[in-house]
């Protein structure tokens, strides 16, 4: 029995790790790109490294966890977060609900004031399944907190009202609070930190491609330059654009689900129809080298506002020194469904906007930029996703094509669910017997 791993991301590459700690398995691993790592790349520019896509690492397994470790051997930092979101003119602590003492007076009030109208209507009715995400937004967080940061920023980041999308994913990523956590918020004015990501890892040294590295040194098999043009489920084959033509028995896809299953032959004219309606978000990376400290020690902080145009600035020698030269710093600025007819002026207004916020002290200051553009950067969760994905995939496994990963799944996952998931299908399609392998693969 062969398998055949499409995409050569931490999907890809952990599920070739995990196939071959396991007697008897055999595999090969194509990517279209020419270097291993999809998401998960790291730069190197005069000195300066920095990830392609800013990473951390956090993690909700153990397995996970344990496994990372022992890629890296080890050589990972802890790292308390320390995360903002400009907010009305004022830096407030991430998260927004536990820190309604920050706020503006006015914001303070509506948002406290409707934070215990919905913890009131809680009580009284229960927490109902709400509709969609800006009723979730509501029924946990009240009117004021929706309207002042949580549906702004997400449809910021998303591309559309959190209206037209579905709350199936919501619960590992937007942190719920009790009564008391948003009162003492309120009076406190502490940072209160809490969430997914509270503390985080990230590799000493080499960026996030340190785990990719890692993960290639225990695998083999992989062929680079090999865009999948066609998947053929009837004679089980997967065809290139250089002409050549791989035969499996059993495929682990990580590439997008949806391209997926446009390209194959095999499927169902409503499943083709489906993976049609599938969306996703697009990003524009803007990473600025800078030639001085930061005047601050955030890790990132979140724009909701509209005369921003990113969402997100992160600042990777605040979390990791090593990537930068001496008293250097870098600034990454995330803008998502960026118009790209208008890409150097957003470049521009990126650039200039860092020295308006105080982050760079002159524009000259930036010694170099780098800009990535991804066509998938979010997997869209609206309100079709759940029930398409749940039919393609179901579908695709009865013809032995485990489908996984960010995109492969099409769901908002981090590199820890990539991994899950990529142990859990090696666990699957591996030969059933007494093989040993360690704990976190088992
Ligand atoms: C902006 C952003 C920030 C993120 N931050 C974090 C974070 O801080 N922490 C975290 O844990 N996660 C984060 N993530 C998520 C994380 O990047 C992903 O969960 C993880 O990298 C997914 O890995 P993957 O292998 O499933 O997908 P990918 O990395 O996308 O790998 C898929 C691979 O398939 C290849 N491929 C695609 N099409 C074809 C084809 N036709 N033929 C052959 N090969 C093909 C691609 O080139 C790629 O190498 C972030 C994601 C984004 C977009």
Redesign the pocket.
């Known amino acids: 029995m062969h398998t055949v791993i ?7 590459l952990s599920s070739a790790y995990a196939l071959g700690q396991r007697r008897g398995e055999t595999y090969n691993l ?4 020419m270097e ?5 790349r790291t730069r190197q520019q005069g000195g300066f490294t920095f990830d392609v ?6 993690f909700r397994t153990a397995a996970a966890e344990q496994f990372v470790h022992a890629i890296l051997d080890g050589h990972l930092q802890r790292i308390v977060r320390n995360a903002w979101i400009f907010f009305r003119g004022h830096y407030v602590p991430y998260p927004f609900q536990t820190h309604l003492g920050f706020l503006p007076a006015g914001e303070q009030a509506s948002c406290l004031w409707g934070y215990a109208r919905a913890w009131v209507d809680r009580q009284f009715n229960g927490a109902r399944p709400p509709a969609n995400f800006g009723a979730w937004i509501r029924q946990h967080f009240g009117a004021g907190i929706a309207q002042s940061f949580m549906i702004p920023y997400n449809t910021k980041l998303w591309g559309l009202p959190p209206e037209e999308m579905s709350a199936d994913w919501v619960s590992p990523f937007v942190p719920r609070i009790s009564f008391s956590q948003a009162v003492a918020g309120w009076l406190s004015k502490r940072n209160n930190e809490m969430g997914y990501n509270s503390s985080f890892y990230y590799p000493e040294s080499g960026g996030i491609q340190a785990l990719v590295n890692g993960l290639a040194s225990h695998t083999h098999g992989i062929s680079l330059g ?3 043009v066609q998947v053929d489920l009837d004679r089980k084959t997967v065809l290139f654009q250089t002409g050549e033509t791989v035969p499996y028995d059993r495929l682990v896809s ?3 689900l949806k ?1 997926l299953v446009l390209s194959a032959r095999g499927i169902p004219e409503d499943l083709r129809r489906a993976a049609a309606e599938l969306r996703s978000t697009s ?1 524009l ?1 803007v990473t600025c080298c800078v030639c001085h400290p930061l005047p601050h020690r955030y890790h990132w902080v979140y724009f909701p506002e509209p005369e921003f145009p990113f969402f997100r600035l992160l600042f990777p020698a605040n979390i990791s020194p090593a990537m930068v030269p001496e008293n250097c710093s870098l600034v990454c600025a ?1 803008i998502s469904n960026p118009d790209l007819t208008r890409r150097d002026e957003l470049e521009l207004q990126t650039r200039e906007l860092l020295v308006s916020l105080g982050m760079v002290k002159r524009p000259s200051d930036i010694v170099s930029t780098s800009c990535t553009y ?1 066509d ?3 997997p869209v969760h609206d309100l079709k996703r759940e029930a398409l994905v749940e039919r393609l995939l179901e579908f695709l496994r009865s013809r032995d094509v485990w489908s ?5 799944s099409w769901r908002y ?6 991994i899950v998931q990529a142990l859990e299908v090696a666990q699957q399609i591996s030969q059933p017997g007494p093989v040993e392998v360690p704990d976190f693969l088992a």
């Open positions: 499409l995409g050569a991301g931490i999907s890809g194509y990517e279209k790109e291993i790592g999809g998401l998960c896509v800013s990473h951390v690492l956090h090999r865009e999948v990580t590439i997008p391209a990003l990376n995330e991804l998938h950067a979010y996984v990963g960010r995109f492969g996952s981090s590199i820890d669910d990539a």
